[in-house]
């Protein structure tokens, strides 16, 4: 799973597109409502990103995947693209989890789940029936790193959270070494690690002109970065199997 933190226009996701497609990966994502900090912050290009993202995976043959904010924009988002996000600030929004899974219990659609700033475990599984009681039980949890006391990263890779996940659930689990490291220069590393302990995928951000991206620059991967990780991580998974 790679991509940009926002769809900016069609030109960049176009961009994007082509090289997550010719890397042989199957999954691009991209943000199209963003959870920002400040309201002043960009907010993402909303229904227009979706198209944008719909004609791109199309074209390249790529499912694609986004972030839902809002209970009312569930439908729309799963009329365009092919796996819904629910990011790390909606944890514990358990009327947009009910909200999701009753949008997608009929077509299935994947559900990408990431753990909360403080979000634990127990209450992460716990909340996750809110998705599949509805019927949907093709979710897969994503974990992107927590709170602790250290600032020095923008949040702490907690990647004790695979192995565990992995005794008490058979959903698949993820690693964003993006949102976890804050600085492009840690991802490829934490990416590495994440494989070794057996994540079942990566999902990184990735900007062909990352100085200028209108969101997450500084941890976006070059796309020439992305395809060394993508060849090393198979190395990686070869080695540990
Ligand atoms: C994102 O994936 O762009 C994002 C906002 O992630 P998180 O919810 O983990 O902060
Ligand atoms: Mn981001």
Request: aromatic share 6%; net charge negative.
């Amino acid at each position: 799973y790679a991509g940009p933190c926002s769809v900016e226009s069609a030109e960049q996701f176009e961009e994007v597109a082509e090289c997550v497609a010719d890397l042989g990966l199957h999954w691009i994502r991209g943000g199209a409502f963003k959870p920002r900090t400040n309201p002043h912050s960009f907010q993402g290009l909303g229904e227009e990103a979706l198209k944008i993202m719909k004609a791109a995976g199309d074209k390249y043959n790529l499912k694609t995947l986004t972030e839902v904010m809002d209970s009312a924009h569930c439908q729309l988002v799963s009329d365009y693209v092919d796996g819904l996000q629910v990011g790390a600030r909606n944890f514990q929004n358990f009327s947009l989890l009910k909200k999701i899974g009753q949008v997608t219990a009929d077509t299935h659609q994947m559900v990408l789940y990431k753990r909360g700033f403080a979000g634990t475990i127990a209450e992460w599984l716990a909340a996750t029936d809110y998705i599949t009681d509805c019927g949907n039980d093709n979710v897969v949890l994503c974990e992107r790193g927590i709170r602790t006391f250290d600032t020095f990263t923008r949040g702490t890779l907690d990647l004790a959270a695979v192995p565990a996940l992995h005794e008490m659930t058979h959903l698949p689990v993820l690693v964003d070494p993006s949102h976890a490291a804050g600085r492009a220069a840690l991802v490829t590393p934490l990416a590495l690690a994440a494989a070794a302990c057996g994540a079942d995928g990566v999902m990184v951000e990735m900007h062909p002109d990352p100085l200028h991206a209108r969101c997450d620059g500084a941890q976006a991967l070059l796309p020439e970065e992305l395809a060394a990780l993508s060849q090393r991580l198979h190395a990686v998974r070869e080695a540990c199997r």
